[in-house]
């Protein structure tokens, strides 16, 4: 055996014990929020000042904390406060909202009130308990600068305001900051549940109001005050803040500590101005079509509207094993309730009896064509010609070891599908176990790409959130994919370079690079046969070219995911500090491909 085999196994060896290794301290509780916060969070800070140059700085900037409060809630509030005493960043101004019984047992509670900088009483709170922003915002003892609202019992971390100044003041005019978070237990002393954000992700904020504790820039939010027809609804102003803004700026790291939990009940009035605030945003941003939200489970929005049915082309690359394009095409057939669509089989040298036996079967089905595809197999070449031979104008691709199991799949693929920001749109696929095959794909994680909560139960949910939520992603797979044609042509179709993996990965590169989103839907949910037909063969040649298209966004950090987050595994978890780096893991794969 070559020296070059000895370190080829050796390193496989080493990444393959990482990944075991975290498995093992996720399943046996080894390695908790606490040791990620001592051996990870410590460091980074601890590796900077956390203190901001206010003198030096390009401007001082100013931010202002909303603090609506009720009688009663006095002990969280000094919580708060404290938080604010403890900034390393002394810039900042506090202003309690108060209603009139809330005034007196301020006056008479245990907050200290001594700092100059915390301005009250602002009696803004009305009999019915709801605030008048577009009054609170015209306040003359608000600065120019940066607002944001916490409610009592939330914190900050002690340089997050440090931090968020020099960010600021690095970058251009940022209009909305917004950092990740976790949750302080009953009496404040134990930090949990860590909630790890992506970059700015627009349809992510139809199941996760993420910017509901961001800061705004106060010209910004003052001019969405003013057009706001609920100015008495924060999270109105809130959306209407990401509709109108040019720069939303995620920092990666967790500065707000969140006080108690305040859970959306399904029909309680939070719920329902929740689910109001949502369909008013999806109305303001272009779904014009009766756009309907509710809750199919807890923790979980799902966003509908009527769907102008256009004609589908659903194409399917095929080559014998004719048991999963059987099922494959029954599923479709018997299932789907969209009624628009033909279904195009590429062919790539099928030889078997049985199969070809089959294609007799369905010759005669006016829904569906066969194509052949004469030479050596390229799956690339397979879908692009596929596209060629179809008009219709959406395109599907889809594996033909898929298995169709809800009826609206096709509905909810065309619906997002068609909105025109959107090139590209993936789905939830699950195993025959019914654990997650696919639910987006993450840069870098695991080598070149991989598919995130792969391994996951079905309605997984941790610091990444939820498997249920609508997403935007780098990539998503080819196994079902939506195109419009019109995007697809503009692309340019599948690499040909790429025979049989990451052709779908750099597709969505490049569908990004020309300025669309990739979204991933849960509610398109199907079942993946993986590996059905192809096995799990992956020719080194795709490997290598896959570098080379990959190596900037892995060495960069995929903007879809979070750099708190492990890279190593596929199911969200915290990262190590053992771990290998993902530029590294992906020039070794290429290496001793």
């Given at each position: 055996m070559s020296r070059f085999s000895i370190k080829a196994i050796g390193w496989k060896f080493k990444t393959a014990s990482i990944k075991s290794w975290i498995k093992l301290q996720d399943r046996y509780g080894?390695?908790?929020?606490?040791?990620?916060?001592?051996?990870?969070?410590?460091?980074?800070?601890?590796?900077?000042?956390?203190?901001?140059?206010?003198?030096?700085?390009e401007q001082i900037l100013c931010f202002t904390i909303l603090i609506p409060y009720r009688a009663g809630d006095d002990d969280p509030l000094s919580r708060t406060i404290a938080s604010l005493a403890r900034q390393s960043y002394p810039n900042w101004k506090a202003l309690?909202?108060?209603?009139?019984?809330?005034?007196?047992?301020?006056?008479?509670?245990?907050?200290?009130?001594?700092?100059?900088?915390?301005?009250?009483?602002?009696?803004?709170?009305?009999?019915?308990?709801?605030?008048?922003?577009?009054?609170?915002?015209?306040?003359?003892?608000?600065?120019?600068?940066?607002?944001?609202?916490?409610?009592?019992?939330?914190?900050?971390?002690?340089?997050?305001?440090?931090?968020?100044?020099?960010?600021?003041?690095?970058?251009?005019?940022?209009?909305?900051?917004?950092?990740?978070?976790?949750?302080?237990?009953?009496?404040?002393?134990?930090?949990?549940?860590?909630?790890?954000?992506?970059?700015?992700?627009?349809?992510?904020?139809?199941?996760?109001?993420?910017?509901?504790?961001?800061?705004?820039?106060?010209?910004?939010?003052?001019?969405?005050?003013?057009?706001?027809?609920?100015e008495e609804v924060y999270e109105d102003l809130v959306y209407r803040c990401a509709e109108n803004a040019e720069n939303i700026y995620h920092v990666p790291i967790v500065a707000i500590h969140t006080g108690r939990t305040r859970k959306l009940i399904p029909g309680s009035p939070a719920a329902e101005k929740h689910l109001r605030s949502v369909r008013n945003h999806a109305i303001r941003i272009g779904i014009h079509d009766n756009p309907q939200v509710f809750y199919p489970g807890e923790g979980i929005s799902q966003l509908t509207w009527r769907v102008v049915e256009k004609e589908v082309a659903i194409?399917?690359?095929?080559?014998?094993?004719?048991?999963?394009?059987?099922?494959?095409?029954?599923?479709?057939?018997?299932?789907?309730?969209?009624?628009?669509?033909?279904?195009?089989?590429?062919?790539?040298?099928?030889?078997?009896?049985?199969?070809l036996s089959y294609y007799k079967e369905i010759e005669n089905n006016s829904?569906?064509?066969?194509?052949?595809?004469?030479?050596?197999?390229?799956?690339?070449?397979?879908?692009?010609?596929?596209?060629?031979?179809?008009?219709?104008?959406?395109?599907?691709?889809?594996?033909?070891?898929?298995?169709?199991?809800?009826?609206?799949?096709?509905?909810?693929?065309?619906?997002?599908?068609?909105?025109?920001?959107?090139?590209?749109?993936?789905?939830k696929l699950l195993y025959p176990d019914g654990k997650i095959q696919h639910a987006g794909i993450i840069m870098g994680m695991e080598g070149h790409a991989s598919h995130i909560f792969g391994g996951a139960e079905d309605g997984a949910i941790g610091a990444f959130g939820s498997v249920n939520w609508y997403r935007n992603y780098s990539a998503v797979t080819a196994a079902c994919m939506a195109m419009r044609r019109e995007v697809y042509q503009k692309i340019g179709g599948f690499n040909e370079d790429y025979k049989l993996v990451f052709n779908d990965v750099e597709l969505c590169l490049r569908t990004t690079e020309a300025g669309y989103r990739v979204v991933y839907t849960p509610f398109a949910q199907m079942i993946h046969h993986e590996g059905g037909t192809r096995g799990h063969y992956i020719p080194s040649e795709d490997i290598r070219l896959g570098f080379v298209h990959m190596k900037d966004i892995v060495a960069q950090g995929d903007p879809c995911y979070n750099p708190n987050?492990?890279?190593?595994?596929?199911?969200?978890?915290?990262?190590?500090?053992?771990?290998?780096?993902?530029?590294?893991?992906?020039?070794?794969?290429?290496?001793?491909s």
């Amino acid at each position: 055996m070559s020296r070059f085999s000895i370190k080829a196994i050796g390193w496989k060896f080493k990444t393959a014990s990482i990944k075991s290794w975290i498995k093992l301290q996720d399943r046996y509780g080894w390695f908790s929020y606490n040791d990620w916060i001592r051996e990870i969070e410590s460091n980074v800070i601890s590796s900077s000042s956390g203190q901001s140059n206010v003198e030096s700085s390009e401007q001082i900037l100013c931010f202002t904390i909303l603090i609506p409060y009720r009688a009663g809630d006095d002990d969280p509030l000094s919580r708060t406060i404290a938080s604010l005493a403890r900034q390393s960043y002394p810039n900042w101004k506090a202003l309690l909202l108060l209603d009139q019984s809330s005034e007196s047992s301020l006056i008479s509670g245990n907050i200290d009130l001594s700092d100059e900088r915390i301005i009250s009483p602002v009696l803004q709170i009305n009999s019915a308990g709801k605030i008048p922003y577009r009054d609170v915002l015209v306040d003359e003892r608000l600065s120019d600068g940066y607002i944001c609202r916490l409610l009592p019992g939330d914190t900050l971390s002690p340089n997050s305001l440090a931090k968020f100044a020099d960010t600021i003041n690095v970058n251009a005019k940022i209009d909305i900051l917004y950092a990740d978070e976790d949750q302080l237990n009953e009496d404040g002393t134990i930090r949990e549940n860590p909630q790890f954000y992506p970059d700015w992700s627009p349809e992510y904020l139809f199941s996760s109001n993420y910017l509901i504790r961001a800061f705004f820039h106060s010209q910004l939010l003052s001019e969405v005050t003013n057009l706001s027809t609920e100015e008495e609804v924060y999270e109105d102003l809130v959306y209407r803040c990401a509709e109108n803004a040019e720069n939303i700026y995620h920092v990666p790291i967790v500065a707000i500590h969140t006080g108690r939990t305040r859970k959306l009940i399904p029909g309680s009035p939070a719920a329902e101005k929740h689910l109001r605030s949502v369909r008013n945003h999806a109305i303001r941003i272009g779904i014009h079509d009766n756009p309907q939200v509710f809750y199919p489970g807890e923790g979980i929005s799902q966003l509908t509207w009527r769907v102008v049915e256009k004609e589908v082309a659903i194409i399917i690359p095929t080559r014998d094993r004719p048991e999963y394009l059987r099922r494959c095409l029954k599923s479709l057939l018997n299932t789907t309730n969209y009624s628009k669509y033909t279904i195009t089989l590429v062919d790539s040298g099928s030889r078997d009896p049985e199969t070809l036996s089959y294609y007799k079967e369905i010759e005669n089905n006016s829904q569906i064509k066969i194509i052949e595809v004469p030479g050596e197999f390229n799956f690339s070449a397979a879908l692009n010609c596929g596209a060629k031979h179809t008009h219709e104008e959406i395109i599907i691709f889809l594996n033909n070891d898929i298995e169709v199991i809800e009826p609206s799949w096709l509905e909810e693929m065309v619906r997002w599908s068609s909105i025109p920001e959107i090139g590209i749109v993936g789905s939830k696929l699950l195993y025959p176990d019914g654990k997650i095959q696919h639910a987006g794909i993450i840069m870098g994680m695991e080598g070149h790409a991989s598919h995130i909560f792969g391994g996951a139960e079905d309605g997984a949910i941790g610091a990444f959130g939820s498997v249920n939520w609508y997403r935007n992603y780098s990539a998503v797979t080819a196994a079902c994919m939506a195109m419009r044609r019109e995007v697809y042509q503009k692309i340019g179709g599948f690499n040909e370079d790429y025979k049989l993996v990451f052709n779908d990965v750099e597709l969505c590169l490049r569908t990004t690079e020309a300025g669309y989103r990739v979204v991933y839907t849960p509610f398109a949910q199907m079942i993946h046969h993986e590996g059905g037909t192809r096995g799990h063969y992956i020719p080194s040649e795709d490997i290598r070219l896959g570098f080379v298209h990959m190596k900037d966004i892995v060495a960069q950090g995929d903007p879809c995911y979070n750099p708190n987050l492990s890279l190593a595994v596929r199911i969200p978890t915290l990262k190590r500090p053992f771990e290998e780096s993902s530029t590294e893991r992906l020039r070794m794969i290429s290496k001793y491909s």
